[in-house]
């Protein structure tokens, strides 16, 4: 979770790119690039000539790609798009797909569109967990969400979420009201007691800036 750390954009990138070689977890990925000054290449022959002892179970390419198969579009063979990602969800996951742990899988796969996963995310996601068998993920659940305990972690998937629910695809700096209140929703449920005392203040404040907004035209 690189997003855990303070990184410049370039840093990030250099994690990411490390990961997809050595399949290691972000913080091995940025303790051998501190290590050798971020300089890629030279991370990765640290990363080897140290032989670090792996920091997960090794995971089966095949079966995450047999997972992949059962879910992907039939229309559109790199992407599982609604009834695909309904069967991963509801059926083999058991999950709601407006929950938390709904958007905290999102995050883990870094899903760019509501609704689908790409083929790369897919496969992100089940490395970054070190899952490859729907068994296995259902079992992390419970420790994906006791994560959310950790403010760090949960800021994390709240950024996450502002550009996740972005419809300007991450480009914009606000987010309109009525794609962020069902995010609020399931980000705060349960952490804020006024949850709905504060969606009540925004709906009336928004009526009242369009109100004058239609006054001066």
């Keep these: 979770m690189a997003s855990q750390y303070k990184l410049s954009s370039s840093q990030r990138d250099r994690v990411k790119k490390f990961n997809a070689i050595t399949r290691s977890s972000d913080k091995v990925a940025i303790d051998c690039l501190q290590m050798s000054n971020w300089r890629l290449e030279q991370a990765v022959d640290y990363f080897y000539r140290q032989n670090p002892t792996p920091t997960g179970p090794t995971i089966n390419e095949a079966k995450i790609d047999q997972l992949f198969q059962r879910y992907r579009d039939p229309q559109c063979s790199d992407r599982i798009l609604a009834t695909g990602m309904e069967r991963f969800l509801v059926t083999d996951l058991h999950i709601d797909p407006e929950s938390l742990i709904t958007l905290i899988l999102a995050w883990k796969f870094s899903a760019k569109t509501q609704g689908e996963f790409t083929r790369e995310e897919f496969f992100r996601g089940f490395r970054e967990l ?29 950024l996450f979420t502002f550009g996740f629910a972005n419809l300007d695809k991450h480009e914009s700096k606000s987010l309109v009201l009525q794609y962020a209140i069902p995010y609020w929703e399931i980000l705060l449920r349960g952490r804020f007691c006024h949850l709905s005392l504060w969606f009540k203040f925004l709906q009336v404040s928004l009526f009242i800036h369009l109100h004058l907004m239609n006054s001066i035209r």
Excluded at 133 to 148: F, V
């Design 130 to 158: 070190g899952c490859d068998s729907i068994n296995s993920l259902r079992n992390k659940l419970p420790s994906l969400l006791s994560d959310m305990e950790d403010k760090q972690t949960f800021r994390s998937l709240y």
